[in-house]
Structure formats: C-alpha cells, structure tokens
Nanobody
Framework: QLQACGGGLVQAGSSLRLSCTSS????????LGWYRQAPGKQREMVAL???????NYADFVKGRFTAHRDNSKNTVALQMNSLQVEDTAVYYC??????????WGQGTLVTVSS
C-alpha cells in the first residue's frame, strides 16, 4: 500500500530525497511522514506532517531535513541535506487516516559513509 524509494549509499555532507507513494489517496490522511530505525536502536520519528499542515521534526534533523506532501500524486517525500554518518538507518514512511492505526512502508535503507 505504501511504496518507499530513494535510499542509497552516500558520503557525509551529501543529499538524498526519499519518496513514498500510497496506493490510496492521502487527501484525507491525518498524519503522514517518516520514521527511521538504526541498527540496534528503536524506531524513532524523523518528520511528521499533521492534518493542519503543521510539521514536526526531530531535533536531530531540524534545519537539514524537510518533509513534503503532494496530495495530487499521493506521495510524501523527505528531502535530506547535510547527511551525517549518524543518519544511517532504514527509513519508513507512515500514513494515518483518521484515528485508525497508521500504515507503514516497507523501508528504504540510507547509508552514510564518512
């Protein structure tokens, strides 16, 4: 239902853009965005877009990452700039409709080398 792409291997300081396409319209999605899970760590929120268009970012990505929502294409993207080695993780997109539990994408691996 959610297909993510855009991950890869890059050097520190580089940029990547992740994209997640939903097979279901995201027009009425109440919350959507990105989480990540690094090896040996718990999944953590990276960026979320709320239904009122407000955006929440984790402190560790503020000023570097930007989440975008495109209702016409049913996509949610994550523009990642100034990548750091610590950003290495599997990134998961997330979309929630109403109050029901959200849906997860399959994950896309981002590896940042020094």
């Amino acid at each position: 239902q959610l297909q993510a792409c855009g991950g890869g291997l890059v050097q520190a300081g580089s940029s990547l853009r992740l994209s997640c396409t939903s097979s279901r319209s995201i027009f009425r999605a109440t919350r959507l965005g990105w989480y990540r899970q690094a090896p040996g760590k718990q999944r953590e929120m990276v960026a979320l877009i709320q239904s009122d268009a407000g955006k929440n970012y984790a402190d560790f990505v503020k000023g570097r990452f930007t989440a975008h929502r495109d209702n016409s294409k049913n996509t949610v993207a994550l523009q990642m700039n100034s990548l750091q080695v610590e950003d290495t993780a599997v990134y998961y997109c997330y979309v929630q409709w109403g109050l029901t539990p959200g849906s997860w994408g399959q994950g896309t691996l981002v590896t940042v080398s020094s």
